[in-house]
């Protein structure tokens, strides 16, 4: 099972940038897709930013052209550029990996975070106004 560490998260600016690293254990993570979720307070885990092992991305609505999913397979690490922050970005994200099913809709595999086991600490962003 891999095991997943987040950092870079702090407080910030509306209006500021973060960069939230994740550095996964085990190799799997190279052939795994991966996704950031965010965490607001009082409110269920959201997939914002997912990534394919070759690097093809899909982004929810809120965050696109402001958040940038990346990962570099030979670190096992991966990251989220985080840009233009506001309040609404407050809370706490995580990353996490599934293996894609050849044929299946992979983002839609990272979209249940009840699915996935093996969930790091996170790290918490607070986005001030």
């Known amino acids: 099972q891999v095991q997943l560490v987040e950092s870079g998260g702090g407080l910030v600016q509306a209006g500021g940038s973060l960069r939230l690293s994740c550095a996964a254990s085990g190799s799997i993570f190279s052939i795994n897709a991966m996704g950031w979720y965010h965490q607001a307070p009082g409110k269920q885990r959201e997939l914002v930013a997912a990534?394919?092992?070759?690097?093809?991305?899909n982004y929810v609505d809120s965050v696109k052209g402001r958040f940038i999913i990346s990962r570099d397979n030979a670190k096992n690490t991966g990251y989220l550029q985080m840009n233009s922050l506001k309040p609404e970005d407050t809370g706490v994200y995580y990353c996490?990996?599934?293996?894609?099913?050849?044929?299946?809709?992979?983002?839609?595999?990272?979209?249940?975070?009840?699915?996935?086991?093996?969930w790091g600490q996170g790290t918490q962003v607070t986005v001030s106004s």
């Open positions: 990534i394919t092992r070759t690097g093809i991305t």
């Open positions: 996490n990996t599934k293996t894609v099913v050849p044929g299946s809709n992979w983002v839609a595999g990272l979209r249940n975070p009840s699915a996935l086991t093996g």
